[in-house]
Nanobody, 124 residues
Framework: QVQLVESGGGLVQAGGSLRLSCAASGLTFSSFAMGWFRQAPGKEREFVAVISGSGGISFYPDSVKGRFTISRDNAKNTVALQMNDLKPEDTAVYYC?????????????????WGKGTLVTVSS
């Protein structure tokens, strides 16, 4: 079965950096767009980043654009999210997701597969 396992979360001070990683198994990795969502306490799940199967196309919402970078290694079946200049409002559980389609990640949450999440806490 498909598994997405996130790692790299933790506690960091505002202005700091973290790198999240997601290891995928059980799927033809390069055939899937991969991305990240986050959910803060009491808030709805929010789209953070997505990257195409080839790695050539990526999208970000304005809230993280210029600070976060998504990348993937199709040889290792991994996707990473480099987060720089972190802010307290970035505090959330971050979820890795996989979907056959690249479109409309910012407008839907019915992805094919989800990880269980990793907690990122940014202190002020």
């Amino acid at each position: 079965q498909v598994q997405l396992v996130e790692s790299g979360g933790g506690l960091v001070q505002a202005g700091g950096s973290l790198r999240l990683s997601c290891a995928a198994s059980g799927l033809t990795f390069s055939s899937f767009a991969m991305g990240w969502f986050r959910q803060a306490p009491g808030k709805e799940r929010e789209f953070v980043a997505v990257i195409s199967g080839s790695g050539g196309i990526s999208f970000y919402p304005d809230s993280v654009k210029g600070r976060f970078t998504i990348s993937r290694d199709n040889a290792k079946n991994t996707v990473a999210l480099q987060m720089n200049d972190l802010k307290p409002e970035d505090t959330a559980v971050y979820y890795c997701a996989a979907d056959r389609y690249l479109v409309n990640w910012s407008k839907r949450a019915n992805m094919d597969y989800w990880g269980k999440g990793t907690l990122v806490t940014v202190s002020s």
